[in-house]
């Protein structure tokens, strides 16, 4: 069975630091381009960084220069390191993988930002 399973998150002070984890099973996250969205209570879904197969990576403009995607091929995980966080940061983040069978999701990771 294909699963996306997420850790970290929690609740943290503005200006401080979070690592979300996504590991794998099922397939191989080098082989697919992989996605962490985040949804604020009563907004939408929005996309916050990407990483390629070939391992290339994009973000969205609201949080370039703080958050990172990375992947660590020998654990079959995707992380997502954010620093210098805003209370708007705060909200349900998931990892997303689009398969031939189908759209995978992660459970979701709630991070809260005080300010």
């Known amino acids: 069975q294909v699963h996306l399973v997420q850790s970290g998150g929690g609740l943290v002070q503005a200006g401080g630091s979070l690592t979300l984890s996504c590991k794998a099973s099922?397939?191989?996250?080098?082989?697919?381009?992989l996605h962490w969205y985040r949804q604020a209570p009563g907004e939408q879904r929005e996309l916050v960084a990407s990483?390629?197969?070939?391992?290339?990576?994009n973000y969205a403009d609201f949080v370039k220069g703080r958050f990172t995607i990375s992947r660590d091929n020998a654990k079959n995980t995707v992380y997502l390191q954010m620093s210098s966080l805003k209370p708007e940061d705060t909200g349900v983040y998931f990892c997303?993988?689009?398969?031939?069978?189908?759209?995978?999701w992660g459970q979701g990771t709630q991070v809260t930002v005080s300010s």
């Open positions: 997303v993988t689009e398969l031939s069978r189908g759209t995978v």
């Open positions: 099922g397939f191989i996250v080098r082989a697919n381009a």
């Open positions: 990483i390629s197969v070939p391992g290339r990576t």
